[in-house]
């Protein structure tokens, strides 16, 4: 069953801290183009690449956050967790994470997620087409490449030029996921649920991603 969203703008969370723990390097490029493009500073949506692992990979690499001697000093002020998975990868990812049916009160503890399948190629090609195909991981990352110059399932990672690309088409991908969740057309072979996370991170700035 779709999520659905409420309507409206979103209202400026001023404040909020977001650690964002992402399982590969194209996310983590594009977690970087959207804090740019929202200009939040780094300690208020902090990134970092688990590695290209499973969601239980990162589930556990946030379970061990208060303990990571790199992130000690910060934890304490950090508002939301979120975790960014493929879901392709792990037959059992549901033991281990699950889809959101909204933002929790400021402070909640538990691990958002915002995972994909069959991966986050998902989300990116929302960025141009309306519905993206049900297929494997593989397949879209072949289709974003006909949309995405130079895009390759091999070599992950997003240069300057795609990165910039995909902020331009930011409020098409977000109504496009809008229509997804309205129509209750996404089930668990078909989902992302990026737009989540988008949005809020959009939020901290006080813009809207519908200019």
Same mark, same amino acid.
């Given at each position: 069953m779709a999520r659905k969203l409420g309507r409206g703008k979103p209202k400026k969370s001023a404040g909020v801290v977001?650690?964002?723990?992402?399982?590969?390097k194209t996310e983590e490029d &594009?977690? /970087? /183009?959207?804090?740019? =493009? &929202?200009r939040?500073?780094?300690? =208020?949506?902090?990134?970092h690449n688990v590695g290209n692992g499973p969601a239980s990979e990162v589930g556990r690499f946030l379970r061990g956050l208060p303990d990571n001697k790199r992130y000690q000093d910060v934890c304490a002020s950090i508002d939301y967790r979120w975790g960014v998975a493929d879901a392709e990868w792990e037959h059992g990812w549901r033991d281990c994470a699950s889809r959101p049916d909204g933002?929790?009160?400021k402070g909640n503890q538990k691990t958002l997620w915002a995972l994909s399948s069959a991966s986050f190629e998902r989300w990116l090609l929302l960025?141009?087409?309306?519905?993206?195909?049900?297929?494997?991981a593989?397949?879209?990352? /072949?289709?974003?490449?006909k949309h995405l110059p130079g895009y390759s399932h091999q070599h992950k990672g997003l240069t300057e030029q795609q990165a910039g690309l995909l902020m331009e088409?930011?409020?098409?991908?977000?109504?496009? /996921?809008?229509r997804i969740r309205e129509s209750g057309c996404d089930d668990e072979d078909a989902f992302t649920d990026v737009d989540l996370l988008v949005r809020q991170v959009a939020a901290m700035s006080g813009g809207t991603p519908f200019r």
């Open positions: 977001l650690f964002v723990a992402v399982e590969g &594009y977690f /970087a /183009a959207l804090r740019r =493009r &929202y939040i500073p780094g300690q =208020r949506l902090m990134v933002i929790p009160p960025h141009f087409v309306p519905s993206p195909p049900k297929v494997s593989k397949r879209l990352a /072949a289709e974003l490449s088409r930011l409020p098409v991908a977000l109504e496009h /996921a809008k």
